[in-house]
C-alpha cells in the first residue's frame, strides 16, 4: 500500500479515504479512486446481469453499471426496503467507471502509515483488501476498487453499460 503526503501535524504519511458502512462492518476507499457520491436514484435493471449488477445508471449523460456491495460479497440483503441513508459510491477504475450501493457513508479520515496492517491473509475472497487501519477502538477494511471485480465482471459491466 502507498500513501501519499498529506500534511500532518506530525510529519509522517497520511492517505485519506472514504469510509462507508455496510452491515455493521466499516470499510475505506481511496479518496483519491472516488470520483462522486450520490444518492440512491432509480437504477435500470439488464436481464441476464451478474447476480450483484443491480443495473446501469445515467450520471449526466453517462451510464454507469451500478454493483450492490451486499451482493458482490455474499452479505445478507436488506430485508427493509429503500433507505434514504443508503448511497452510490462512484469509483474511476483503470478501465471505467462503476457505482457501489453502500448502506451508508461516514467520514473521511487520514490514516497514517503506523495505523495501517497488512490484510488477513484468511483465504477466500480478499484479494481487493489492501489492509486493515486501526481507528481509535474499531478496525476498517481498507479496500483496493481496482480489485473489487476481475476481468470478467469488467467484460459483463462492459455489456450492461
Same mark, same amino acid.
Do not use: W
Given at each position: 500500500?502507498?500513501?501519499?503526503?498529506?500534511?500532518?501535524?506530525?510529519?509522517? %504519511?497520511?492517505?485519506?479515504?472514504?469510509?462507508?458502512? !455496510?452491515?455493521?462492518?466499516?470499510?475505506?476507499? =481511496?479518496? %483519491?479512486?472516488?470520483?462522486? &457520491?450520490?444518492?440512491?436514484?432509480?437504477?435500470?435493471?439488464?436481464?441476464?446481469?451478474?447476480?450483484? %449488477?443491480?443495473?446501469?445508471?445515467?450520471?449526466?449523460?453517462?451510464?454507469?453499471?451500478?454493483?450492490? @456491495?451486499?451482493?458482490? @460479497?455474499?452479505?445478507?440483503?436488506?430485508?427493509?426496503?429503500? =433507505?434514504?441513508?443508503?448511497?452510490? &459510491?462512484?469509483?474511476?477504475?483503470?478501465?471505467?467507471?462503476?457505482?457501489?450501493?453502500?448502506?451508508?457513508?461516514?467520514?473521511?479520515?487520514?490514516?497514517?502509515?503506523?495505523?495501517?496492517?497488512?490484510?488477513?491473509?484468511?483465504?477466500?475472497?480478499?484479494?481487493?483488501?489492501?489492509? !486493515?487501519?486501526?481507528?481509535?477502538?474499531?478496525?476498517?477494511?481498507?479496500?483496493?476498487?481496482?480489485?473489487?471485480?476481475?476481468?470478467?465482471?469488467?467484460?459483463?459491466?462492459?455489456?450492461?453499460?
Amino acid at each position: 500500500m502507498q500513501l501519499t503526503k498529506v500534511e500532518g501535524k506530525s510529519g509522517s %504519511l497520511q492517505q485519506q479515504y472514504v469510509g462507508f458502512m !455496510v452491515e455493521k462492518e466499516e470499510y475505506s476507499i =481511496d479518496i %483519491l479512486k472516488v470520483q462522486e &457520491i450520490i444518492r440512491m436514484v432509480d437504477i435500470t435493471h439488464v436481464p441476464n446481469a451478474a447476480y450483484y %449488477l443491480e443495473g446501469i445508471i445515467n450520471l449526466r449523460g453517462k451510464v454507469i453499471p451500478v454493483v450492490d @456491495f451486499r451482493k458482490r @460479497f455474499n452479505l445478507p440483503c436488506d430485508s427493509v426496503g429503500s =433507505d434514504s441513508s443508503k448511497r452510490i &459510491i462512484v469509483v474511476a477504475l483503470n478501465r471505467m467507471t462503476v457505482g457501489i450501493i453502500v448502506d451508508r457513508v461516514t467520514q473521511v479520515v487520514k490514516l497514517n502509515e503506523e495505523q495501517v496492517c497488512p490484510p488477513p491473509s484468511a483465504g477466500g475472497d480478499n484479494d481487493c483488501i489492501s489492509g !486493515v487501519a486501526k481507528v481509535g477502538d474499531k478496525l476498517v477494511i481498507l479496500l483496493d476498487p481496482e480489485l473489487l471485480f476481475g476481468q470478467e465482471e469488467f467484460g459483463n459491466f462492459a455489456d450492461a453499460a
